[in-house]
């Protein structure tokens, strides 16, 4: 009887979440002569509009000498262009009342602007302008260097996680691109070459490498206009070739240390699970919110509030082209040995594996996604990067408005299934981060 | 990542970037019509309905901040604060847990230098399950004992945890520098000593002084009926009853009379992270927008004075701004940025060269015209959120912020000129005795800063700020 009341309030939720958030034909999706495909949600809630363009390419794209290359490039884009010269993009943006941002992944390069309506025709301006002929000054590589150096290094002072996620990434890939780190080694950072760049750019920068998504105060037909006009001359190039490497399966499990002034120890377990279009994924999506969303999961309630074992504990697993890692962690509490940890994370979640998880559980974290799916397109902002994700990680942004579903679909059965094919000791990576002097065995 | 979100980094704190638009579209964005009303007991809520999606935000505000902590028990306010979701008269902490998270709602509780905060967000359908449970937290907090005992425990391991990151201890040192004996200097997260000092009759008590409607702000926000809601708010906390909280001494906040340097040893430091600054303004301050348009230029975005110097011309940093955070009896304005250990004193140099040049005329009309452009176009997405429009609400409580700031914000921003600015940098940016911090190496850094004040050392792992 108690599933039967989940399950209908489940209903409930799903009903009231599609009255309300926009509906698959509200996003029209148009395709330019040059292969650029194009995605536009009009919402006039603020006079504001946004533009994400998503390029095909991140680390994955890179190899040994150029690791990083994708993310410096990604600073490059400001860096001047045929009719906007260095400083003039971001210059011109903001005095027309815009903003801007980047970021790079394992997998993609993401630009997006943010501005006020009457700026929508200066952005498609600017955009065209480093997309069409964007002009690598010697110059501004070199200041760019320092900057990425910076960005590298201020990562590494501040963040633990950066520090342990480089090596255990490193060790858990042999063979694949996504054992080294976004922002790449920092001798390749000093040394890639402005040719490099411009290979880079005549292989990755293609209209038909890119996906382009408008949300905001915009008119559908003036947005078909705007891309005829600005970015439809733009030549298409040849598709890049494809990333063939397959990570080889895992032989037995990996373990590293990394040596840093730390209080307690940091510990990272890393898991191989397969790519975001595989059909696991929103069994292990919902694994990890049973693990780690809210203070009622597993991983909250047994190694902080229950052992004490932990002072904080979360799981994270990225959306992903190829096969990538599903991550656990947890920052022991004082005098909590890092073996000691390490055990009681992986009790956590080999008792998933055992006994499985209740209904109950598993319905909350479907609710969980629901209300976050939700959250986020609560701004045209969320809209747009939303619809980009499902677009280039599930294969459609059409597959946003079925996750719900896709969701719902889930059964107990799925969980204890996934969490004993992928969370097992040969598949596994583990790292330490702890202090010198806790290292002397 | 082409730059560190401002947000992120400034958090709660400010407001950089506020402004409405000029064209005709944009003059019409306002916020939405608001209810105010006020209890008998003194409470005060404020409730916006937003049809746009089937959410509601709750939002409550105390008057029970940091800056109600005392030396010997610091890091009270913040433990009362976290501690309001540990268990209520009716339910457990577990209970909460499960409850909220079942339904996908969320909470987040804690304090702030001036108040404290307890906000949720929720499916609307959900309000006669989730209301009560939050007004228990608000008014029959129980503390338990047991759970009081594992908060502390991780409170008092968080203090070295946090010691491993300077960006996260920076702001402290500089705020200790800057106010001195003001309460606005209080530590958040206390110290070790104060945390073990501090027992669960501590919070009860600190609750009582200072949890009291009288002076304690509400704004819910969302897809509501608004009798209904206000029916069962008034149902809800009309029977909260007021203490009299202790009196506060006033205390003003003093402009430095010398330059001071303070420097952070971190031995294993790759870089130095710095704080350079003073005395800023109150959130209230008739001018704080004219600030935030100068600012803007100075420091608050990619284009900006500081950030094209350190960055866009010599790469020293990944980036450099800066900001005035403001609260309601002053505030501190600083200018932060970090750089390689071998490029420390040319840095310092180069940010203290920039900023002198807006005493100097380098607030042109040109310059002026994009700076209050881009204030106004960023603003209407800051006001997309029920939160944020929560948060406008019982900002303008606890601040004084009028509430005509919004209806008039895009005539002042357009009537800033460029002999305004310079009025306006002479009076509140802080031009001699600057304050800096700098987190890193002290025996590189020691020798580069002498010249620029009285210059103190500590080591990161030491567990004081001043």
Request: proline share 4%; no cysteine; charged share 20%.
């Amino acid at each position: 009887m108690k599933t039967q009341k989940h399950l209908l309030w489940a209903f409930l939720l799903v009903v009231q979440l599609a009255w309300a958030q926009n509906k698959a034909s509200d996003v029209v999706s148009f395709t330019l002569k040059n292969g650029m495909k194009i995605m536009v949600l009009e919402d006039h809630s603020i006079p504001n509009a946004n533009m994400y363009l998503f390029w095909k390419v991140g680390s994955r794209n890179e190899y040994p000498g150029i690791t990083g290359l994708s993310h410096f490039f990604e600073h490059m884009m400001f860096n001047g262009s045929k009719k906007y010269g260095p400083k003039m993009f971001d210059r011109t943006m903001e005095a027309a009342g815009g903003s801007n941002n980047a970021y790079t992944t394992e997998n993609l390069t993401v630009y997006s602007d943010w501005f006020p309506i009457s700026a929508i025709e200066t952005i498609f301006d600017l955009e065209a302008d480093r997309i069409a002929d964007l002009a690598l000054d010697p110059k501004m590589i070199e200041s760019e260097r320092g900057v990425v150096l910076s960005e590298r290094s201020t990562g590494l002072e501040n963040s633990n996680f950066r520090n342990i996620s480089e090596q255990v990434k490193g060790a858990a890939f042999l063979a694949h691109p996504y054992r080294w780190s976004v922002i790449g080694y920092e001798s390749d950072i000093k040394n890639w070459s402005l040719e490099d760049l411009q290979d880079y750019f005549d292989t990755y920068y293609a209209p038909n490498n890119a996906v382009v998504v408008i949300s905001g105060d915009v008119d559908v037909a003036q947005i078909k206009k705007l891309a005829i006009k600005y970015f439809e001359p733009i030549v298409s190039k040849a598709i890049p070739r494809a990333i063939h490497t397959e990570e080889p399966e895992q032989t037995g499990q990996k373990r590293v240390t990394v040596e840093k002034q730390v209080s307690t120890p940091n510990i990272m377990l890393a898991y191989h699970v397969p790519e975001t279009k595989h059909e696991d994924y929103y069994a292990l999506d919902l694994l990890s919110a049973i693990l780690s969303e809210g203070n009622s999961s597993r991983f909250y309630s047994q190694l902080v509030d229950q052992t004490l074992l932990a002072t904080s504990a979360f799981s994270y697993m990225p959306e992903s082209i190829d096969p990538n890692l599903f991550y656990l962690y947890a920052v022991a509490s004082p005098e909590v040995a890092p073996e000691i940890l390490e055990k009681e994370m992986v009790q956590v979640i080999e008792t998933i594996a055992q006994m499985g998880v209740t209904e109950k559980e598993l319905q909350k974290v479907k609710n969980q996604k629901l209300v976050a799916l939700y959250n986020s397109l609560e701004t045209i902002d969320g809209k747009s990067n939303t619809l980009g994700t499902y677009e280039l990680y599930f294969g459609d942004y059409k597959k946003m408005f079925e996750a719900p579903a896709a969701y719902e679909k889930v059964t107990t059965d799925d969980i204890k299934r996934v969490a004993q094919k992928y969370f097992n000791k040969k598949n596994s990576t583990v790292g330490y981060l702890i202090a010198p002097e806790n290292n002397i065995k | 990542m082409k730059n560190l979100t401002i947000k992120k980094i400034t958090a709660a704190l400010l407001w950089l970037f506020i402004g409405v638009q000029s064209t005709m579209a944009q003059d019409n964005f306002k916020l939405p019509a608001h209810t105010k009303v006020t209890y008998v007991n003194g409470l005060t809520v404020y409730f916006v309905v937003q049809k746009e999606v089937p959410l509601v935000h709750f939002r409550a505000v105390f008057p029970a901040g940091v800056r109600y902590d005392n030396q010997a028990k610091a890091g009270l306010a913040s433990l009362t604060a976290d501690a309001l979701s540990t268990g209520t008269k009716r339910y457990t902490k577990a209970q909460i847990e499960e409850t909220l998270d079942f339904i996908g709602a969320s909470i987040s509780n804690g304090a702030s230098t001036e108040s404290a905060s307890l906000a949720a967000t929720f499916v609307n359908k959900d309000q006669d399950q989730v209301l009560p449970i939050l007004a228990e937290m608000i008014t029959q907090p129980v503390f338990p004992a047991d759970e009081f005992e594992k908060m502390s425990q991780r409170a008092i391991a968080s203090i070295d945890q946090m010691r491993e990151s300077p960006r996260s201890v920076i702001n402290n040192y500089f705020n200790a520098m800057v106010y001195k004996d003001h309460p606005y200097a209080n530590i958040a997260s206390g110290t070790k000593n104060s945390l073990e000092s501090i027992a669960a009759s501590d919070l009860n008590e600190f609750y009582r002084a200072h949890y009291t409607p009288r002076g304690t702000v509400m704004a819910v926000v969302g897809d509501f009926n608004l009798l209904a809601m206000k029916q069962a708010i008034e149902n809800l906390f009309v029977s909260w009853e007021n203490n009299t909280p202790p009196p506060t001494p006033a205390i003003s906040i003093k402009a430095p009379t010398e330059a001071k340097v303070v420097i952070v040893n971190k031995q294993d430091a790759r870089e130095t992270t710095m704080l350079i600054g003073g005395i800023g303004v109150a959130r209230n301050t008739e001018d704080f927008i004219a600030i935030q348009v100068i600012n803007t230029i100075l420091g608050g975005r990619f284009t900006s004075m500081l950030n094209d110097e350190l960055r866009v011309n010599s790469g020293l940093t990944y980036g450099a701004r800066s900001s005035f955070n403001a609260l309601k009896e002053g505030g501190t304005f600083n200018m932060s940025t970090f750089t390689a250990n071998e490029s420390t004193k040319e840095t310092i140099a180069l940010a203290l060269k920039t900023y002198q040049k807006i005493f100097d005329g380098a607030v042109d009309e040109k310059t002026l015209t994009s700076a209050k452009n881009y204030v106004k176009g960023q603003f209407p997405p800051d006001y997309e959120t029920n939160a944020a429009i929560a948060r406008f609400y019982t900002d303008a409580f606890i601040y004084g912020i009028p509430m005509n700031y919004i209806d008039n914000f895009s005539a002042t921003v357009d009537g800033l000129t460029v002999k305004k600015a310079k009025v306006i940098i002479e009076r509140y940016f802080p031009k001699d005795h600057l304050q800096m911090v700098f987190i890193g190496k002290a025996s590189l850094i020691q020798p580069l800063v002498n010249e620029y004040g009285s210059v103190k050392v500590f080591e990161i792992t030491q567990d004081v700020y001043q």
